[in-house]
């Protein structure tokens, strides 16, 4: 018999779906929700206290009600900070979106990373730790924006992206002392990736950008090895935690990764 049980992606707006896309294409036969805490976003400016509390109940009451066989966080922010407390509240695998920077330091010729994040991202120990870990031999910039994040949203809603506001953006990173030096940037928020393409038309130089998106495909494909899926899933719901105008006018981005039902939570 096939398995209907989908694979729920959570985030706090439509970063994640920067997360799903790769997901869908390794596994297109996945049934899929995706799950946007648009009354919590931004959580890159929420403190740390807030995340660990807010993370953990929200996807306690998410699994109750869909039964996911596996949960992705695809948040940076809510990863560093509440990954570990999700982990042991839920009796089912949960994966974390965490800043990639081992693929970043083995593609580096320079030697010099940038890490583009929030700003509660760029500052955890966890990025210290893998920094340390896999990239010692480097000098790692960071750099956080709370405005990337919005700029992606607008993006997917349809609203022009100012050029001028990302290269304000990206002088944060290049502007530091050795920024002239990076050659490869880690989009450390999985909104950061929908706005790739128009961050390396407006970067001071060739520079690539990586992210976490197809290593957690990847990881998910792993996870799920050997399951059934259904022969055609249903069709992709979008939830979100409130259902305004604003989450609304999304449908036809939505519509694109395959999310054509939308939900409120």
Known sequence: MSDSRPVLFF??????????????????????????DSEGFPYGTRSEAEIAARVPALLGRLAERYDPRLIVIACNTASTIALAGVRAAL????????????????????RTIGVL???????????????ARFAADCTVLRHGSAELVQLAEDKLHGRPVPPERLRVVLDGLFGQPGGDRIDVIVNACTHFPLLADEMAA????????????????????????????????????????RLDADARALAPALARHGLTEIAAL
């Open 11 to 36: 985030d706090s707006g439509v970063g994640g779906l920067s997360v799903l896309a790769p997901a869908r294409a390794l596994l297109p036969r996945a049934p899929l929700v995706y799950v946007a």
């Open 91 to 110: 009796h089912l695998p949960v994966v974390g979106t965490v800043p990639a920077i081992k693929p970043a330091a083995e593609m580096s010729v320079t």
């Open 117 to 131: 994040g929030t700003e509660a991202t760029v500052r955890q120990p966890y990025v210290d730790d893998l920094a």
């Open 202 to 241: 407006v970067a001071p130089h060739p520079v690539r950008f990586v992210d976490g998106g197809p290593g957690i495909a990847r990881r998910i494909a792993h996870l799920t090895e050997g399951q059934e899926w259904p022969a055609v899933p249903p069709p992709g719901r979008a939830v979100f935690t």
